[in-house]
């Protein structure tokens, strides 16, 4: 069944004709030299019904379903108005959005969530440690970015969803895992997409990245960096045909879907976490450094 036709097929239309997602060289033309949280960018199907409707730097994935739709992430509100243009364009009324899940906590990703929140009605699933800085638009007091990232709009948490816990919606399961670290209340979601025959495991990874505000020393913070060890080794063991990211960059996720390298990789996580962890030890390594030096 062509694309658009299988979105039709499980979602009313919205009043405009709907023209179905772009080609990547149609995404190529819009995000040519541009990687920004805001930068508009057209559509993009991934896999069977998973959509990136986010910008040229933030993922936003819609997936698609007979019994309603779900969005993961919200990349910022000056965002919105595009995201929602993507979903439209696919064929899909916002107001069938019915759940709204999130990976971490910091204005990139979580900063539209209040608008699309506004826009679709959609209910807000997160975990426990996310709940509060996604309700008040703050960085925790702990997270390593805390005092370095702007506040947002915060949206209401009709949810928490613990560790292992699936999301169903109709025949849409998606499953939580708690990866804190980047933030504290980090979460990754993994679920299987299939077209026709074709199933694929797919994992959408949090971000692994140990950066943070001026000033931070994770050396100084060892239960912190145990947490974000913790993460980075359950990432890796997690079933992975096809790694999808926040930030699409950190998984080369326009170059595969472009076909200069493999879209789908058994091995994906477990590279993903290799290179968060080296990065870890080099940042801890650049810190010792530092202080040997005074």
Sequence with gaps: MPILAAIVASAPLHAATPSGPAS???????????????????PVRIFANVYDVGSCGITVLLITGAKGHILIDGATAQAVPAIIANIERLGVRPRDVKYLLSTHEHVDHAGGLHALQQRTGASLI?????????????PARDDPQHGGLDAFTGARVGRIVRDGEAVTLGSLRLTAHLTPGHSPGGTSWSWTACAGKNCRRIVYADSLSAVSAD??????????????????????????????????????????????????DSKACARY???ARSNLDKRLAREAATVKRR
């Design 273 to 275: 976490a290799a290179a």
């Design 24 to 42: 990547m060289a149609e995404h190529q033309r819009q995000c040519a030299g541009k990687d920004g949280w805001s930068d508009p960018a057209p």
């Design 126 to 138: 997160a975990s426990a440690a996310a709940r509060p800085m996604l309700e008040s638009g703050t």
């Design 215 to 264: 000033g931070y020393r994770f050396a100084d913070h060892p239960a912190y960096v145990a947490r974000l060890r913790t993460t980075i080794a359950k990432v890796a063991a997690l079933r992975c045909d096809l790694l999808i990211t926040p930030h699409p960059s950190a998984s080369a996720l326009y170059d595969r879907l472009a076909g200069t390298v493999p879209l789908i």
